[in-house]
């Protein structure tokens, strides 16, 4: 009986670790995932990576369930008055993906009008759908379900990250199947590090961190690996603005805590 506890202790400690972090037998990685590893290491703390679900990002930032959204986070307007964000790190565009076998039926704006759009609940991606598509819009719970849902024929177009289209659509299981829609961009913008509003000290020791990264190549080596060297943005010319104001929190924490979704190349489990 004893054996058989020890077994069952066993199991559910390994069930509890695997939750919340990546699947069993897989590895967490992708340019987001090993850039806050290294922006971590370089400021002394240890990282730590939640799963959350998108739309859901600020309740999880403001209840310290997470100390930043760290993954492909479009910087607009709203997001500036709501959270403390860091320098740009990387380019990105909103764009449409749809089967190959609708190439010559959705070719521009017009065409979709017609169609059935979703898009990520919370992603900026939505608001474009919202804004020129609300009639045929329909929300899903991440970027890789809309794609899902462009592939099995249930929506005909997709607007997510060019980072994540040109990923998929070139590689892996929808690449014979999906294609962006050439030369059709809806924004162009760029990714940022969301804190809470009030932790403007995190954010200046992000920022300061990234400068230094990107300054000694750590970033380029990183967004190489993962084919983006293209697409980062030169943060290097921060300077400190010496605010301290959330670092005493994660010093006593002891780690920093990343939020984030399953969003290829950014973050992905292979």
Known sequence: MKKLIAVLIASLMLVVTCIGFTACGKTLKGFDIDLAKAVADDLGVKV???????????????????????NGLTINEGRLEQFSISTPYMNNKQVAVIRKTDANKYT????????????????????????????????VNAQADALLEVSSGTS?????????????????????????????????????IAARKADTGVTDKINTSLAKLYK???????????????????????????????????????????????????????
């Open 48 to 70: 730590e990576f939640q799963l959350i679900n998108w739309n859901a990002k600020e309740t999880e930032l403001s209840s310290k369930n997470i100390d930043l959204i760290w």
């Open 108 to 139: 521009n704006e017009n065409t979709i009008k017609s169609a059935k759009v979703t898009a990520e609940k919370g992603s900026a991606g939505e608001g474009i759908a919202q804004e020129k598509f609300a009639s045929t819009y329909t929300g």
């Open 156 to 192: 005909d177009v997709a607007i997510i990250d060019s980072i994540m289209a040109g990923y998929y659509t070139s590689s892996g299981d929808f690449k014979e199947k999906l294609m962006v829609i050439p030369d059709l961009v809806f924004a162009t913008e760029q990714y940022g």
């Open 216 to 270: 000694n190549g750590t970033i380029r080596q990183i967004a190489t690996t993962y084919g983006l060297q293209n697409e980062i943005v030169d943060c290097g010319n921060y300077v400190s603005t010496g605010a301290t104001a959330g670092w005493d929190y994660i010093q006593s924490q002891g780690k920093i805590i990343i939020g984030y979704t399953l969003f290829a190349p950014i973050a992905f489990e292979e």
